[in-house]
């Protein structure tokens, strides 16, 4: 059953940090490029962040970047998003997804539609 699973998330204070994990099952992350997204209540899903399959390219979105890092290790199919310096406007579910090809560009990565397998969600609160 080919599947992917986000964990780690968790209720944090203002200034604090999660680290997220999703894990395959079922394929490789190998020549695949992976995304991080986001929903809030109400709102649509936010792309966040993206791996390359190689894990020599990354994309961030403006409100993340040099807060969030994105990581890869093809060994054990697991991609890591290390969130640091969080804020409450961080609070969403955040899902993982696999990108549909190896090679996310600009203007691809954040587009949901690119994405065709995607976690079950895991819950980031951010609250004092």
């Known amino acids: 059953d080919v599947q992917l699973q986000a964990s780690g998330g968790g209720l944090v204070q203002p200034g604090g940090s999660l680290r997220l994990s999703c894990a395959a099952s079922g394929f490789s992350f190998r020549g695949y490029a992976i995304g991080w997204f986001r929903q809030a209540p109400g709102k649509g899903r936010e792309g966040v962040s993206c791996?390359?399959?190689?894990?020599?390219?990354?994309f961030y979105s403006a409100s993340v970047k040099g807060r969030f890092t994105i990581s890869k290790e093809n060994a054990e199919d697991i991609v890591y998003l290390q969130m640091n310096s969080l804020k409450p406007e961080d609070t969403a579910t955040y899902y993982c997804?696999?990108?549909?090809?190896?090679?996310?560009?600009?203007?691809?990565?954040?587009?949901?539609?690119?994405?065709?397998?995607w976690g079950q969600g895991t819950q980031v609160t951010v609250s004092s």
């Open positions: 791996i390359s399959s190689s894990g020599g390219r990354n």
């Open positions: 997804a696999r990108f549909l090809g190896s090679h996310p560009i600009v203007g691809t990565w954040a587009n949901p539609l690119q994405y065709d397998l």
